[in-house]
């Protein structure tokens, strides 16, 4: 049974990449959405790691960061062989996609605790189906994507 925290939503990197990158095109929009989120972030290691990746050459970035989870700004979760076996799942299902190793862990998060909002720039979680049909809720679009493209 899934255990839902109140007022919780998973982070894609997106939104952390663009949080910690001011020069990057989303740096506003999630800037505003971290500073008027009121919950419990939640997200895993493939999702950091991807972010760590992109802000590699961005002066302290990285450093920054670590430092924002180390005071609590993120709960990052751990992957084990049951969310693994999911994600072979969701990423063969979705393998036109294709599905990343982030977003599959994101959706194998999402099925155990049933947090269904998720931050993402991206609109593949807009495409993504978890099990009984059932839809995560992003956040961040398409009412923030369209007002990203029209700054």
Same mark, same amino acid.
């Given at each position: ?15 952390? @990449? ?12 999630? &800037?505003?959405?971290? +500073?008027?989120? &009121?919950?419990?972030?939640? #997200? ?5 790691? +991807? ?12 450093? #920054?960061?670590?430092?924002? @989870? ?6 990052? &979760? ?7 076996? #999911? ?12 599905m990343d190793l982030a977003d599959a862990s994101l959706v194998a998060l999402s099925i155990e605790t049933g947090i269904t909002? @998720?931050?993402? @720039? ?6 993504y189906r978890l099990p009984g049909k059932g839809r995560l809720k992003n956040v961040l679009g398409p009412a923030a994507r ?6």
């Open positions: 049974m899934p255990n839902v925290t109140p007022n919780a939503a998973l982070i894609d990197a997106g939104p952390l @990449i663009a949080l910690f990158n001011p020069r990057d095109a989303d740096h506003v929009l999630c &800037r505003r959405f971290f +500073e008027g989120f &009121r919950g419990h972030l939640v #997200s895993t290691w493939p999702v950091l790691t +991807e972010c760590a990746y992109m802000l590699s050459n961005t002066a302290n970035a990285q450093r #920054s960061l670590l430092q924002w @989870i180390e005071s609590g700004g993120l709960d990052v &979760r751990h992957m084990h062989v049951e969310h693994v076996r #999911s994600m072979l799942v969701y990423t063969q299902k979705y393998h036109d996609l294709p909002d @998720i931050a993402s @720039i991206d609109s593949d979680f807009d495409i369209s007002a990203r493209r029209s700054t």
